[in-house]
């Protein structure tokens, strides 16, 4: 049997166009070699910023050897825009990227590994590394429990959409509906080798608010340096693109 095929699937807008392509510098990092195409799906808030954002797509698109394949602007909810994504992957695996996050060249082969080795058909990261760039603080969230995750780290097989989507006209919090109120089993990845959250201005959702009421004890401060998670010319770009 032949490696697993996987699809990564991006829901991206105009504003973003900058961060979508350090999205496709980090998917040219990926070690794992069956990645067979990048799903994008257009989330801009009006159709003429998608229709603006799908010529920038088009540019893209010739820096990569990876088929891109293209959802064009249908103004619809997230949840629906991760839904009509979702159904056009032809991976295997299908794992999820958002256009603004970190991802370790060892993303999708850690997804892969842990899913292969698992009876569970979809895998995500609950205590999640985030990376405030106004404050420049990292921080690390405290594990919920062994179902959670949010989209930006979720992987699973293609068989779980046979019987599972997203809601429809959800603007945020999908994945509740997407995991059967996070009750489906899910196999919990390193989150080392997962993600780095950003944190910034234009989040869809504000995340600060998180880190400021310390009651909620979930997101603590690291010791860690930020450049011992994301390497350092590559942080240095993506501070460039959230602080400007």
């Known amino acids: 049997m032949g490696k697993l095929t996987v699809s990564i699937i ?13 999205l496709l510098s980090l998917i040219k990092l ?19 910023d998608g229709t603006k954002n799908s010529e920038k797509i088009v540019e893209l698109s010739f820096e990569t050897s990876l088929p891109i394949v293209y959802l064009k602007y249908t103004g619809l909810a997230l949840s629906d825009l991760r839904n009509n ?19 370790p060249s060892e993303r999708v082969e850690h997804a ?5 080795k698992s009876k569970c058909l979809i895998a995500g990261c ?13 921080y690390k969230s ?3 429990f062994n179902s959670h995750s949010t989209n930006n780290c979720m992987a699973f097989k293609r068989e779980y959409l046979s019987t599972n989507a997203h809601e429809s006209g959800l603007t945020n919090a999908e994945e509740k509906s997407f995991t059967k109120n996070f009750t489906e089993p899910m ?17 869809t959702f504000d995340k600060r608010p998180l880190f400021i009421n310390i009651s909620t004890r979930l997101f603590k401060k690291s010791k860690k340096l930020v450049t011992k998670l994301i390497p350092a010319e590559i942080f240095e ?4 693109i959230l602080n400007h």
């Open 85 to 103: 994504g979702n159904m056009k992957c032809k991976g295997d695996i299908i794992v999820c990227m958002d256009d603004d996050d970190y991802y």
């Open 10 to 22: 991006t829901v991206t807008q105009l504003s973003r166009a900058e961060c979508l392509k350090n």
């Open 30 to 48: 990926q070690t794992y070699e069956n990645i067979i195409e990048w799903v994008i799906v257009e989330g801009s808030k009006t159709e003429y």
């Open 112 to 116: 892969v590994y842990k899913l292969g």
């Open 142 to 144: 405290e594990k919920l």
């Open 187 to 203: 196999v919990q990845l390193n989150s080392k080798k997962c993600i780095v959250v950003s944190s910034h201005d234009s989040n």
């Open 237 to 240: 770009g993506m501070n460039h």
């Open 126 to 138: 609950s205590d999640i590394y985030i990376y405030d760039y106004y404050s420049q603080i990292l």
